[in-house]
């Protein structure tokens, strides 16, 4: 027997002659030593350009004595305990370990991991003023980085290289492809080339011409370019067979004239077609401005229109010698009637005229004190149209009145601006505004005559609105002859009891107001005091 796991056997023993027989119990013991699998290579890491790796598996018996009868499969087929592999992908592989003498199978799975670095890519768009026209040339290119080179660049223009050129009419995005010999992945980037948008093309400073006969010429021009691409404009009469901006012809039926516009780029042309046409012959007509009101001061433009007639108009205004244009900037000073003689190419005139009137509004007022505080407004504007509205402000206080003369109370002493604005039935005002403030006044005589006939004899001076003051007198040398500071001083010529010399004096006068204005003044008194002598 050759029993793979410990076994019982009987055996019964007969004699020949078959009446005794005896059975006995063999028992065959099969010892099995434990054994064990380790995995070699487990969980690796590799990328897209690694060399193939070993994964691998050991057997080992307990009693470290190899029995044998060991087998291996793998997943890949190989019978081997090692297998060499490689995957671009992250793969599981498993091997089979079998052990015929107890019939035991073992299992055993590796894991095997790629990481592959990526592409890394860098383009940067172009401005839109790096092309100066549509369809110019421009070269592009992308960076890469990272993965594992050499690169591999595709353009969806077909070009190969990092860089291409391109020469889009449009804004457009140029997409590449990039690759790295690797080539699991493909890494598509794009660069956006803003390609310049000109405005429409545009031509100003041409219409349709007409003559009031045949045989005349009719003008066109200077035409005047705008838009597109603002640079290298080109106008043409011809079709670009010849450039020019202006052109003029004799018309002897109606014409048709075409002008074309480009520009340096010469991406797009414009086109005008204008119309030369000789006159019907209606009759001459002039169109003016309503007659009108304006304000003093005020300018008005008047526009006359010619209509129909052999056109080419010119406009002579106030009997001028000399055509003005159709416009009059008018500032009269008073109402006045404007002229117009309207005279066509074909010289027929016809004549018109505008009445203006003029609109005169004056502000003005005057005030008095009635009291401490109150004033009393008197309004003395005048309009030699009806006077509407009466505006008063007074700043500062917050007041304000529309009465022709009202009475407003100052709340102080203090000066205010008083604001009159005075508007007329068509609108036309005036404004005045006057500093009101509480007056002083201050009156000194120049001479004076003490000579005791009762007349005369003492200086004195005249004051209102005032605080305080200190006056001096002077004689030639300077020396003071009389001070005081008392308001209703009266002085008699005398310096110390003694009549002072006859002759002329200087007095200076230093005051505060009532409404705290510091006033200088000075002059001469000229003294009078021997006349009884003589």
């Known amino acids: 027997v050759q029993p793979s796991v410990t076994t019982a056997y009987s055996i019964q023993i007969e004699d020949g002659c078959g009446f005794q027989s005896e059975t006995e119990i063999i028992t065959v013991g099969v010892f099995n030593v434990p054994w064990s699998v380790v995995k070699i290579g487990d969980e690796q890491t590799i990328n897209c350009t690694d060399s193939p790796v070993d ?11 190899w029995h044998g009868d060991i087998s291996y499969v793998w997943s890949t087929g190989s019978t081997d305990s090692t297998i060499s592999v490689f995957s671009l992908v992250d793969t599981t592989y498993s091997v089979t370990i079998h052990r015929a003498c107890t019939q035991e199978t073992v299992v055993k799975t590796f894991d095997l991991y ?14 839109v003023e790096d092309i100066a026209c549509p369809g110019d040339p421009i070269n592009i290119a992308v960076q890469a980085s990272g993965g594992y080179p050499p690169y591999n660049y595709v353009w969806s223009n077909g070009s190969l290289d990092s860089t291409t050129t391109v020469a889009p009419l449009l804004t457009d995005s140029i997409f590449v492809t990039v690759t790295d010999i690797c080539g699991l992945e493909d890494f598509v980037d794009y660069v956006v080339v803003h390609v310049p948008v000109a405005d429409p093309l545009i031509i100003r400073g041409v219409q349709n011409d007409t003559v009031a006969c045949s045989g005349l010429k009719v003008h066109f021009g200077p035409a005047q370019p705008s838009g597109g691409f603002g640079w290298g404009y080109e106008l043409s009469w011809t079709n670009f067979d010849t450039r020019e901006d202006y052109i003029q012809d004799i018309l002897y039926h109606d014409t048709t004239y075409t002008i074309r516009l480009t520009d340096g780029c010469h991406a797009d042309t414009a086109e005008k077609v204008l119309r030369g046409v000789i006159a019907k012959k209606n009759d001459l007509q002039l169109i003016l401005p309503n007659d009108t009101v304006i304000c003093a001061g ?11 007639g052999g056109g080419n108009y ?3 205004w106030e009997s001028s010698v000399q055509s003005s244009g159709k416009y009059l900037t008018a500032t009269p000073t008073e109402s006045h009637n404007y002229t117009l003689r309207l005279v066509d190419y074909c010289d027929t005139f016809i004549t018109g005229n505008v009445q203006v009137d003029v609109s005169n509004v004056s502000a003005d007022f005057e005030y008095e004190y009635i009291n401490d505080y109150d004033i009393s407004l008197k309004n003395k504007s005048w309009s030699n149209d009806t006077i509407r509205y009466y505006d008063w402000t007074i700043a500062g206080i917050g007041a304000s009145s529309t009465d022709k003369s009202p009475i407003i109370a100052m709340p102080n002493g203090n000066a205010y601006e008083v604001e009159l604005m005075t508007t007329n039935e068509h609108g036309c005002s005036d404004v005045s505004t006057v500093l009101v403030m509480p007056e002083y006044h201050l009156y000194i005589p120049s001479s004076f005559t003490p000579n005791d006939d009762g007349n005369n004899e003492t200086w004195k001076m005249e004051s209102m609105g005032i605080r305080e003051l200190k006056l001096e007198v002077y004689d030639r040398w300077g020396n003071t002859v009389f001070a005081t500071t008392d308001k209703d001083f009266e002085w008699d010529g005398k310096l110390n009891g003694e009549r002072v010399p006859q002759g002329a004096y200087v007095w200076r006068i230093v005051l505060i107001t009532d409404n705290d204005q510091y006033v200088k003044r000075e002059g001469t008194l000229l003294l009078l005091n021997d006349f009884q002598l003589r």
């Open 55 to 65: 994964l691998a598996v050991g057997v080992q018996f307990n009693d470290l004595i």
């Open 114 to 127: 790629t990481e592959n670095d990526p592409v890394i890519t860098y383009t940067k768009d172009t401005d």
């Open 298 to 308: 005020d300018a008005i433009i008047l526009e006359a229109q010619g209509v129909d």
């Open 314 to 316: 010119k406009y002579f």
